[in-house]
């Protein structure tokens, strides 16, 4: 059974631009969530999906946005980049939800290192 | 908010020790907590997940319990080996349905 795939592994932007990364769920998992990774901030929440709806959202600015498709897949999307968005943004599944109460277990995928210059 | 704090930072064993990591979290409110391992550059695996209900959760060398009253969690590992060698984070989720995750421990094991 495939993972969690995240794609591009490693990217480097410039201030200004915009990035979007891809993640593909475990095959079943309708739930797929996005978590920021920084040395000084740790792991942080950024939002959750499950069939194609915003489920919960974490305490990003709007520059960081999301969707999900119909096969379950995710985007996330970061515009208008800036040095601190330097990070490793993981992706993960689970077969349920984390909304409303529907608790298990996440599968991570290996994350997207971006690099803001 | 939920605040999940991980003590110590890091931790530097021998070979075949007993390793015990704590987690703390401030609002007892929790659905469940989670613990995981990150090796270097990677993503993170899922070790052990206890549900609100539990107690304690075990699979193999790993046992971790839950006081959800006292706000903490501890992750037992038996007779440590080299390849335990890792990040372990643990991860509450609390009733806005979030996940907070702790800074983690970094542990390595000496051969």
């Known amino acids: 059974k495939a993972g969690v795939t995240q794609t591009p592994r490693y990217l480097i932007k410039t201030r200004g631009q915009q990035v979007t990364l891809s993640c593909s769920p475990i095959s079943g998992h309708r739930s797929v969530s996005w978590y920021q990774q920084t040395p000084g901030q740790g792991l942080q929440f950024l939002f959750e999906?499950?069939?194609?709806?915003?489920?919960n959202k974490g305490n990003f600015p709007g520059r960081f946005s999301g969707r999900q498709f119909s096969n379950s897949r995710s985007e996330m999307n970061v515009s208008t980049l800036e040095l601190g968005d330097s990070a490793l943004y993981l992706c993960?599944?689970?077969?349920?939800?984390?909304?409303?109460?529907?608790?298990?277990?996440?599968?991570f995928g290996e994350g997207s290192r971006l690099t803001v210059l | 908010k939920q605040e999940v704090t991980q003590i110590p930072a890091a931790l530097s064993v021998p070979e075949g020790e007993n390793l015990v990591l704590n987690c703390s979290f401030t609002d007892s409110a929790i659905y469940n907590l989670q613990w995981f391992r990150q090796d270097p550059g990677k993503g993170l695996t899922s070790l052990l997940l206890i549900q609100s209900s539990q107690r304690e959760q075990t699979s193999g060398r790993l046992n971790a319990s839950l006081d959800k009253s006292s706000g903490r969690s501890t992750l037992y590992i038996a007779a440590s080996q080299p390849g335990d060698s890792a990040t372990y984070l643990c991860?509450?989720?609390?009733?806005?349905?979030?996940?907070?995750f702790g800074a983690g421990t970094t542990v390595t094991v000496r051969a």
């Open positions: 999906y499950f069939s194609e709806t915003q489920r």
């Open positions: 991860a509450a989720c609390s009733n806005d349905y979030k996940l907070s």
């Open positions: 993960a599944s689970s077969f349920k939800p984390h909304w409303p109460g529907n608790t298990g277990e996440l599968f």
